[in-house]
């Protein structure tokens, strides 16, 4: 798992470093089985693993699990393309 979370962090970084920066996207990263996160982990429905698309708009927030990069797991090229996919698509919708 720790490769996986490491290509989507690189992913992130290398492609939306100006939106990580000013703060219009966030990453967090979070051990599910960790009893501190257990708010968050609820609030998500994790499970063991998850990664999330959450939109947040004036006191709205809109979760979106990407459970489709599961199935991806195998092959790190067409994970990424899909993690940047999703996230320009999700950036340039507002």
């Known amino acids: 798992m ?14 939306f470093k100006k939106e990580l920066d ?3 996207l966030t990453y967090t990263s979070l051990a599910s089985d960790d009893r501190a996160n257990g708010a968050l982990v609820a609030r998500y429905n994790t ?10 708009k004036d ?16 092959d790190e090229t067409t994970y ?9 698509q999700y950036l340039g919708a507002e």
Do not use: C, H
């Open 22 to 24: 000013s703060g219009k």
């Open 2 to 15: 720790q490769t996986f979370e490491d290509n989507i962090r690189d992913t992130l970084y290398s492609n």
């Open 47 to 56: 499970g063991l693993f998850g990664l999330y698309i959450v939109t947040v």
């Open 59 to 74: 006191e709205t927030e809109i979760i979106v699990p990407l459970e489709e990069i599961w199935t991806m797991a195998v």
């Open 80 to 88: 990424k393309e899909y993690l940047k996919d999703i996230l320009t």
